[in-house]
């Protein structure tokens, strides 16, 4: 299996239902501005309009024919190879920052932990289709009862967001496993703050990576 090429432009945000990644997102995006140069925000799954249809079968709450946790993974697969090939390389080929509302961090999360897909699968995967690895991912951590409490106010869940309290925390689990293991490239951000807070402690970690980048 291939290792995984680092990306320092590429930067990540990973984070369960409710934990505020769109608050977060814009905050991130401004500062990436006003450290200059081009700045790509897209997301997962989705980001082009091949991915974006990937993403309405994948996210469509009727279940009369949802797809089993193999199909789920290879769509989220499909979806992120076309996002990666069309978006996310020519992006840092031509010097701008990527930043990404969740990556392929999210399948290891969501179908390795929430579905139990098997994990080397999912590396396999990873490996042959998508080939980077994020020079920083900010996981915006929050327990899974006060996350579905903040998205009860949404519109009709879609097919995820509909799971059982089970599924979210396996996910969660496998989200701070996933930022333990890897530490030099994961800052954990404690998203039960007010949402002002949050993005100011990811701005902050975002700065102290870039720095450290600047230093290199």
Do not use: C
């Amino acid at each position: 299996m291939n290792a995984l090429d680092i990306a320092p432009r590429l930067i990540t945000l990973e984070g369960g239902e409710g934990a505020g990644k769109s608050t977060v997102l814009s905050a991130l995006a401004q500062a990436l501005r006003g450290h200059g140069g081009e700045v790509v925000a897209t997301r997962e799954p989705g980001g082009t309009p091949l991915a974006e249809r990937i993403r309405e079968l994948l996210l469509h709450p009727d279940n009369s024919d949802a797809p089993g946790a193999d199909t789920e993974l290879l769509l989220m697969f499909a979806s992120r190879a076309q996002h990666v090939a069309t978006v996310v390389r020519p992006a840092l080929a031509r010097g701008a920052w990527v930043l990404s509302d969740r990556f392929t961090d999210a399948s290891h999360a969501y179908q390795g932990g929430g579905r139990g897909v098997d994990r080397t699968t999912i590396a396999m995967l990873e490996s042959r289709f998508v080939g980077l690895q994020p020079g920083l991912t900010l996981l915006l951590d929050v327990p899974v009862a006060v996350g579905r409490a903040r998205a009860q106010g949404r519109a009709t869940p879609d097919r995820i967001e509909a799971e059982a309290d089970g599924f979210f925390e396996r996910v969660r689990s496998a989200y701070r496993d996933l930022a333990a293991a890897q530490p030099q490239r994961f800052r954990v951000i404690d998203a039960t703050q007010p949402a002002e807070r949050v993005a100011a402690d990811a701005v902050a970690a975002l700065g102290d990576y870039l720095q450290g980048l600047a230093q290199a």
